[in-house]
């Protein structure tokens, strides 16, 4: 085989990979669409998620259909999901699982294992800070190391695992607000909004009759999984990594990309989180596109939800509800894109 044959192969194969990307990820929203009304871009968003090896806190009132997103994601890509109601009352247990003593048909008595509702795909922390801190903190070590440990035993958890945080907006009582730490972990942090009045119209016909729709596996787990290495096999040029980290930056007070609204209102910027979000999500925005390479408008469409709960205000921009939106639009106004 000539180097040329081997060439066109190698091009050929990874043209067919993109291709057989495209077509499932586009089989997954249309799956999801049966059932979810409206939402696009946050369903979008989610899946992006997932496909990095992500996590998503999604902030929106209660009732708009958040839970149903996840399920019908999971039936739609044929994995397991939980959902966890987070209250004060919540123990570590809860989440994770406990040792218990069990006896043995001899009559000894063993410690045996019972995991949580964490062992699973797809997980629903439904209202995360109403916890306490304690038990938050119970999904730090899922969320990042995809890890379980009870007493001095370690569980690793089945990939594809996901995690989507749900908090409510609006309440503020008997809350306990996520460390920065913690949202630091969340690849993005989405908002979900009112239904138009055609969606609303929509939800009504489909919740009320006595055929409701559902959606099928269009998917499997290893599908999901050769998705995921597909993502990171894209290249990222130079110029373009280059400018995520500028964006990331101009997020920092006092840093030589930073705009006045951010050395105003900003005390914390974004992590090298931030960064690396801004990257994978390109990544997956240039295979949608069709493209193997990311372009710096794929890093800018990636801004809002990667870096919103990555900027810790200081005191001023409390005090004038400062939304960290406004300030990055002022960010990406202000930083020339590659080319420029």
Not at 80 to 104: A, C, H, K, S
């Amino acid at each position: 085989m000539t180097p040329q044959t081997k060439a066109a192969g190698a091009a050929a194969d990874i043209d067919s990979r993109v291709e057989a990307f495209r077509v499932r990820h586009d089989r997954i929203l249309a799956e999801v669409g049966k059932v979810i009304v409206g939402n696009e871009e946050v369903v979008s968003n989610i899946v992006i998620c997932l496909l990095t090896r992500g996590h998503v806190l999604l902030e929106g009132i209660p009732g708009l259909g958040k839970t149903k997103i996840v399920q019908t994601l999971s039936e739609a890509m044929h994995l397991r999901f939980n959902r966890i109601q987070f209250t004060p009352d919540l123990m570590p247990g809860d989440i994770l699982g406990t040792n218990v003593v069990r006896e043995t048909e001899s009559g000894a008595k063993i410690l045996d294992f019972q995991p949580g509702p964490i062992f699973c795909n797809l997980m629903l922390a439904d209202e995360v800070n109403r916890a306490t801190p304690k038990s938050q903190s119970a999904l730090l070590e899922a969320m990042q190391e995809k890890s379980v440990s009870v007493g001095n035993t370690t569980y690793r958890l089945e990939e594809p695992f996901f995690v989507m945080a749900t908090q409510n907006p609006i309440e503020l009582e008997g809350t306990y607000p996520l460390p920065e730490a913690q949202m630091d972990r969340f690849l993005m942090k989405l908002r979900i909004s009112y239904p138009s009045e055609e969606e609303l119209r929509e939800i009504v016909a489909r919740t009320t009759s006595v055929e409701q729709p559902t959606a099928e596996a269009v998917v499997t787990r290893d599908e999901v999984l050769e998705m995921r290495h597909t993502v990171l096999s894209v290249p990222v040029a130079r110029p373009v990594e280059d400018y995520a980290i500028r964006l990331t930056m101009g997020t920092h007070p006092e840093s030589p990309y930073a705009h006045a609204l951010t050395n105003r209102y900003v005390k914390f910027g974004a992590s090298p989180r931030g960064t690396q979000a801004l990257v994978l999500s390109g990544k997956v925005k240039a295979l949608l596109a069709g493209r193997l390479h990311v372009a710096a408008q794929d890093i800018r469409d990636s801004v809002f939800p990667t870096l919103r709960h990555r900027m810790l205000l200081n005191f001023e921009g409390e005090a004038d509800r400062v939304d960290t939106d406004d300030i990055l639009r002022e960010i990406v106004a202000s930083i020339p894109t590659p080319g420029d």
